[in-house]
């Protein structure tokens, strides 16, 4: 049976798309009701589990052989205004959709002893930020799109300032203020390009315009300036560390598995097919600050001895990569920067993770203080060792063809940020080694290790499906490149076709 046809046998005329997204909303007004606290828990996990059902069968019957929009859903909001309900994806947001709503029931099961005050607050923002993220992978209007995007900041926000570390105020807020003022900017390129665009919001009827050069210049750099932000590109990224040490373990594994995608996700969606010869223009500049981000991003991260901060920085040499792939405007490097985005959620928010089942154990983040965690939880040790790997993109694990296919798309087109490249993967070796050899090999050192417990049921429930990722990925990407191919293909000839 084809996919097409499945298609029109089971959804046809049914919102999937609403469904998908409002599902948790629904949710989040129903936790007020509940009594008990393995009530909330078992039903905010039942929720998120179905939303991820949806996702992977919109994975699964999604139509590989047309860059088209598919699922469309287009409803008038404000006619006046041009402003319109339209939702639709494609091949690269039905594998973020799918990610969001792996990470959104990990994210649940991460909590479940983690998260103990203020329990039902804390399921109510976990389910209106996934609400908000699966709606941004969706949207058709800008404006809708702007909607999801900014509320965003708010649950994420909260489940900082409320449910962090001891410094969590201050992280919450310089979190609020870069990715507020990067937004507000945003906004102003919006409307720009609403009124040149002929007072409509609709993506696809934008992307159809063509814009005047220097107009194109100006509306590249208010995106680049809310993008970089996200991403974060250096030297917008001193929000990030912060807000990871401090965040729970859950707001840590959205940070780094889907928010930290959103700007990328706006290069791809708005910069590069709607500003094609503004993208060709700062391209250079963009492969520099990639570049410098990658190889900073790896020197940071190897001076770091908190374990959660230095994941942080290592994000931002990895994030570094997907954006330096995306600009190399080659098969090979958007394609790799796509793949790694999708990568850098299941491995990073993998580490998150298991970060947040050690220090629940010994209330500790400093490296030095730990040693032999493979004597004495050998399950945990080795689960992370195959994290550290893929992180480490070694051959077999999803991180390598994610690196190799950048890699391979930017030599020829920017030898100097290749090789920066190739350094940071080195300097990214040192430091995942270091941590290795520090915290799972030697002598014992952590105090009361004697009576550390190993994984438990729920938290291989957490790992495996990751851990089934890292090597699908990595020994078999053939599905996966299949579903972005037409899309990225039609991207590129979006933006080479009409580059300086």
């Given at each position: ?298 020197f940071l991260a190897l001076a770091q001895q908190d374990i959660k ?192």
């Open positions: 049976m084809t996919d097409s046809l499945m298609t029109s046998l089971f959804i046809e005329n049914v919102p999937i798309l609403s469904i998908l997204i409002f599902l948790p909303a629904i949710g989040a007004l129903c936790v007020p009701f509940l009594s008990g606290k393995n009530a909330v828990r078992w039903f905010t996990l039942t929720i998120l589990f179905v939303d991820f059902l949806i996702a992977a069968w919109l994975l699964v019957i999604f139509d590989n052989s047309t860059a088209q929009m598919q699922f469309v859903e287009s409803k008038p909001w404000v006619p006046s205004l041009g402003i319109t309900y339209k939702l639709g994806i494609d091949g690269v947001s039905v594998l973020f959709l799918f990610l969001t709503s792996l990470l959104g029931w990990i994210c649940v099961l991460a909590s479940w002893n983690a998260i103990d005050k203020r329990l039902k607050e804390f399921m109510i923002c976990l389910l209106a930020i996934q609400s908000l993220m699966l709606g941004v992978f969706c949207a058709l209007d800008l404006l809708l799109f702007y909607v999801f995007w900014e509320a965003m900041l708010v649950p994420m926000y909260l489940m900082i300032g409320i449910w962090g570390g001891e410094d969590r105020i201050y992280a919450a807020f310089k979190f609020f203020l870069y990715t507020l003022a990067g937004s507000l900017i945003f906004l102003v390129g919006i409307l720009v390009l609403y009124f040149e665009g002929g007072r409509t919001f609709d993506i696809l009827v934008l992307m159809d315009v063509s814009y005047d050069f220097e107009l194109q210049r100006w509306v590249f750099i208010a995106f680049l300036i809310a993008f970089a932000v996200k991403v974060p590109m250096v030297p917008f990224h001193t929000w990030l560390p912060d807000a990871h040490v401090q965040a729970p373990t859950a707001g840590s594994i959205i940070l780094a598995g889907v928010l930290l995608k959103m700007g990328a996700y706006g290069f791809i969606r708005f910069s590069l097919p709607m500003l094609p010869d503004a993208s060709h223009y700062f391209a250079p500049l963009i492969q520099g600050l990639s570049a410098v981000a990658i190889v900073y991003g790896g901060k230095l994941i942080a920085y290592s994000s931002i040499s990895h994030m570094g990569f997907i954006t330096l792939g995306l600009f190399t405007f080659t098969t090979n490097g958007t394609t790799g920067a796509v793949i790694q985005m999708f990568n850098h959620g299941i491995t990073t928010g993998a580490l998150f993770l298991f970060i947040g089942l050690v220090y629940e154990r010994t209330h500790s983040r400093d490296i030095p203080a730990y040693g032999g965690l493979l004597k004495t939880i050998p399950f945990y040790g080795i689960f992370f060792a195959i994290f550290l790997l893929s992180s480490m993109a070694v051959p077999g694990t999803n991180g390598f063809i994610g690196e190799i296919l950048v890699l391979s798309g930017t030599f020829g087109v920017n030898n100097w940020a290749a090789t920066a490249g190739v350094l940071g993967a080195l300097l990214g070796a040192a430091y995942l080694l270091g941590i290795y050899r520090q915290m799972l090999l030697g002598p014992v050192r952590i105090p009361g290790a004697a009576k550390m417990w190993d994984l438990n049921v729920r938290e291989l429930c957490c790992a495996l499906p990751l851990l089934l990722f890292v090597f699908w990925l990595g020994f078999y990407p053939k599905p996966f490149l299949s579903i972005l191919q037409p899309t990225l293909k039609h991207l590129l000839e979006q933006t080479v076709g009409a580059g300086l």
